[in-house]
């Protein structure tokens, strides 16, 4: 149970473009979306937070305006990488929780974003 | 020159040999604290929490040790194997107005040895 899917797995895309990234809860409820860059090497950094129905909560540094989160249902959250520079490229992956027992974040297995 | 963030610290291990990985946390106030294992190209996978109000649990051949006077954090994994090798994070759980939040330590690269 509890498992949590990204879709591309991996894109490639031109500067300037926009790259949308799903992430699907498929067996459980996800009250609360969670977005993370992770560079290589390096550890998982917190984006935004996302709860259904309501606007993201975007950490300190994160431009909002650039990556566009939508949480429209239960089990779907997608993030939107808008006008797509090399420097945004990374591993971005999401993570869900369900909201009973509080703090159980689920991680999906992350979507490779190359901007050439 | 060097670059900060692209040395992850690395603990290698002969096989089956028990593995010791650390991890100070920041925030006096964290109430929960996970492990998660990632392999190259994934996603965390989770291992094994503890709550403030423990100071040790035990798994399948990991037991977590929480020491909150010191802020430290250990993960012990028991008669070490090959499919172990990867990178572990330790992670805060803080409570905030907008909700749970996770936060990540820097990651320690395991590599077993055959």
């Known amino acids: 149970g509890a498992v949590v899917s990204q879709h591309p797995s991996w894109v490639i895309c031109k500067s300037g473009t926009s790259v949308k990234i799903e992430c699907r809860s498929l067996d459980f409820q996800a009250t609360t979306m969670f977005w993370y860059r992770q560079f290589p090497k390096q550890s998982l950094m917190l984006m935004a937070t996302?709860?259904?129905?309501?606007?993201?909560?975007?950490e300190q540094g994160v431009e909002k305006d650039k990556f566009l989160i939508n949480h429209a249902s239960l089990t779907l959250s997608t993030l939107t990488v808008t006008s797509a520079h090399p420097e945004d490229s990374s591993f971005y992956i999401c993570s869900a929780s369900s909201g009973i027992g509080g703090d159980t974040q689920y991680f999906g297995p992350g979507t490779r974003l190359t901007v050439l | 020159g060097e670059s900060v963030g692209l040395h992850l610290p690395t603990l290698s291990v002969q096989e089956g040999d028990n593995s010791i990985i650390n991890c100070a946390y920041s925030n006096s106030a964290s109430d929960y604290f996970i492990w998660y294992k990632q392999e190259s190209g994934k996603g965390p996978q989770f291992i094994i929490d503890?709550?403030?109000?423990?100071d040790k649990r035990q798994g399948q051949r990991v037991t977590v040790l929480l020491n909150k006077t010191v802020k430290h954090l250990s993960l012990q994994i028991a008669a070490t194997q090959p499919g172990d090798s990867a990178v572990y994070f330790c992670?805060?759980?803080?409570?905030?107005?907008?909700?749970?939040?996770?936060?990540f330590g820097t990651g320690t690269q395991l590599k077993v040895e055959l």
């Open positions: 503890i709550r403030s109000n423990m």
């Open positions: 996302s709860n259904e129905g309501s606007k993201a909560t975007y």
């Open positions: 992670a805060e759980n803080i409570l905030t107005g907008g909700g749970n939040k996770l936060t």
